[in-house]
C-alpha cells in the first residue's frame, strides 16, 4: 500500500502556537492517509474546536451519485472519471477556501479531508492518467 497515515494532535499550547502563526500565513493543512484510519473523526473534531474544514471531494461525489441512483461516475464503475471530478471538485472547494478567507479575512488554520495528492495517489495505485 502506497499510503502512510498522519495524524495531527494539538496540545493546548502547540494549539495556540499554530493559531499564533497562521494569524499571518494563513496556514492549510491537509489531512491524509488510507480508507478508514480516522482522517474524517480528526477533522469532525477540529471542526467541534472551531476550525474550518473543508470536506473530502470523493466522499461528496459518491454520496451525490449514490442518491442520484447514478453509477456512471464511481470509483468502482469508472476511476478515471471518477478521479478527474474529485480533481476538479478540490480545486473547486480551494477557489471557496480562497474567497471566503480573502471575504472573511479569515486567518485561522484550514484543514483538508485530504487533498490533491491523495487523488494523484490513487491513480497511480489504479494505473489510469492523473489529471
Given at each position: 500500500?502506497?499510503?502512510?497515515?498522519?495524524?495531527?494532535?494539538f496540545?493546548m499550547?502547540?494549539?495556540?502556537?499554530?493559531?499564533?502563526?497562521?494569524?499571518?500565513?494563513?496556514?492549510?493543512w491537509?489531512?491524509?492517509?488510507?480508507?478508514g484510519?480516522?482522517?474524517t473523526?480528526?477533522?469532525?473534531?477540529?471542526?467541534?474546536?472551531?476550525?474550518?474544514?473543508?470536506?473530502?471531494?470523493?466522499?461528496a461525489?459518491?454520496s451525490?451519485?449514490?442518491?442520484?441512483?447514478?453509477?456512471?461516475?464511481?470509483?468502482?464503475?469508472?476511476?478515471?472519471?471518477?478521479?478527474?471530478?474529485?480533481y476538479?471538485?478540490?480545486?473547486?472547494?480551494e477557489?471557496?477556501?480562497?474567497?471566503?478567507?480573502?471575504?472573511?479575512e479569515?486567518t485561522?488554520?484550514?484543514?483538508?479531508?485530504?487533498?490533491?495528492?491523495?487523488?494523484?495517489?490513487?491513480?497511480i495505485?489504479g494505473?489510469?492518467?492523473?489529471?
Open positions: 500500500m502506497i499510503f502512510s497515515t498522519t495524524l495531527i494532535y496540545s499550547k502547540q494549539r495556540q502556537r499554530t493559531e499564533n502563526a497562521a494569524k499571518s500565513t494563513g496556514e492549510r491537509v489531512i491524509t492517509g488510507g480508507p484510519v480516522g482522517k473523526t480528526l477533522c469532525h473534531e477540529l471542526a467541534r474546536q472551531g476550525y474550518q474544514i473543508v470536506p473530502e471531494a470523493a466522499r461525489i459518491i451525490e451519485e449514490q442518491t442520484k441512483g447514478s453509477k456512471q461516475i464511481l470509483p468502482w464503475t469508472n476511476l478515471s472519471a471518477f478521479q478527474e471530478l474529485v476538479k471538485r478540490t480545486i473547486h472547494y477557489h471557496q477556501i480562497n474567497y471566503t478567507r480573502h471575504a472573511k479569515n485561522r488554520p484550514i484543514f483538508f479531508d485530504r487533498g490533491v495528492l491523495d487523488g494523484i495517489a490513487y491513480c495505485e494505473a489510469i492518467k492523473v489529471p
